[in-house]
C-alpha cells in the first residue's frame, strides 16, 4: 500500500504545481456603456446674470441644464437672454397634445465649439401630430419666456420675444457655421424698441454654407434719439420664421446654424 501511495502523492503535487504555474485567466470585460454627454449637467436650472449691458453668457457655456421627460433626458439653455423652442419638445409627455414626433431644435454642441467646450446648435426640425397636421420649428433662440407654449396657444398677440434693456449698442457680432438645406436661409436680427415703436434695427442673411467658424459683425442702424426700453434678439437656422404666429414659419427640415461668442459691441 505505502508503495501505491507513494507514486500516488507525487503525482498529485506535479499537477498542482503545473495548475499553480498556469496564468490567470484575466477578467472578463465588462459591457462598455456609453458616455453621458450631459454627465456635468444638473437638473437644477442655473441662476444666470442679469441682463443689463452685454449679452449674457454669449459662449453658450454656463446656462445649460438637465431636462427630464418620461423616457429621455436632453440638455436645455436658459440665459437672461435667450431661451430654446425646446419645450415644444416637451410637449411629447402630455397625452392631450397627441403629438407623434416633436424635435430637439436647440442642442449642446461639444464637438468642434469656436472657443471654450461648447456652442449653440440649431437645427430646424418638424412637429407632427396624429392627425397628420405638420409644423416647421425652426431652430432657433430668443428672449422666450417659460410660458411661451401657453403664449403660442392661447395669446393672440403671439409670442413674447423681447426683455428690459436700455442701453444702445452699435453692433453685434461672433462666430457662425451654416448648413442650409435646399436653399433654406438662416438668419439673425436685434430689435431695440422704445415702447411699441421699434428704434433700430440689425440684421443678418445668412444664404451660403459655411463650414469653417466665421466671425461675423453686424451694425444696429436706429431711426431714433430715444433710449430704448426693451430689446428683442433672435437667431434661427430658417429665416422665414414668425414668432406671432408659429403656424407661419417656412424653412427647410435639418438647415444647421452653430453660433458661438455672441456679444454686443459698443
Not at 9 to 29: G, N, R, Y
Not at 71 to 78: D, G, L, M, T, V
Not at 212 to 220: G, S
Request: with cysteine.
Amino acid at each position: 500500500m505505502k508503495k501505491i501511495f507513494v507514486p500516488l502523492m507525487m503525482l498529485a503535487a506535479i499537477i498542482v504545481m503545473a495548475v499553480s504555474c498556469d496564468k490567470p485567466e484575466p477578467p472578463k470585460p465588462t459591457p462598455s456603456t456609453p458616455d453621458d454627454p450631459y454627465e456635468d449637467l444638473s437638473f437644477t436650472k442655473p441662476l444666470p446674470a442679469a441682463f443689463t449691458k452685454q449679452i449674457v453668457d454669449g459662449g453658450f457655456e454656463d446656462c445649460w441644464y438637465k431636462e427630464q421627460m418620461s423616457n429621455e433626458i436632453y440638455a436645455e439653455y436658459q440665459s437672461s437672454v435667450f431661451y430654446t423652442l425646446n419645450n415644444l419638445h416637451a410637449m411629447m409627455d402630455v397625452p392631450s397634445m397627441m403629438l407623434t414626433s416633436s424635435p430637439i431644435t436647440a442642442e449642446r454642441e461639444m464637438n468642434d465649439p469656436h472657443s471654450g467646450k461648447c456652442c449653440m446648435k440649431l437645427v430646424t426640425g418638424e412637429l407632427t401630430d396624429q392627425g397628420k397636421g405638420r409644423l416647421l420649428i425652426p431652430g432657433a433662440i430668443a428672449p422666450l419666456d417659460e410660458n411661451f407654449v401657453d403664449q403660442f396657444l392661447n395669446d393672440e398677440n403671439g409670442i413674447n420675444v423681447k426683455r428690459p434693456y436700455t442701453e444702445k449698442p452699435t453692433a453685434y457680432q461672433g462666430d457662425f457655421k451654416y448648413q442650409p438645406v435646399n436653399g433654406d436661409c438662416g438668419s439673425s436680427h436685434v430689435d431695440p424698441d422704445n415702447g411699441n415703436d421699434v428704434i433700430g434695427r440689425g440684421y443678418q442673411r445668412l444664404d451660403n454654407e459655411v463650414t469653417a467658424w466665421q466671425a461675423f459683425n453686424v451694425p444696429i442702424e436706429y431711426t431714433s434719439e430715444a433710449t430704448p426700453t426693451h430689446i428683442s434678439i433672435i437667431i434661427s437656422s430658417s429665416g422665414d420664421y414668425n414668432f406671432a404666429d408659429l403656424t407661419n414659419c417656412h424653412g427647410q427640415v435639418g438647415s444647421t446654424l452653430w453660433i458661438d461668442d455672441v456679444e454686443f459691441d459698443f
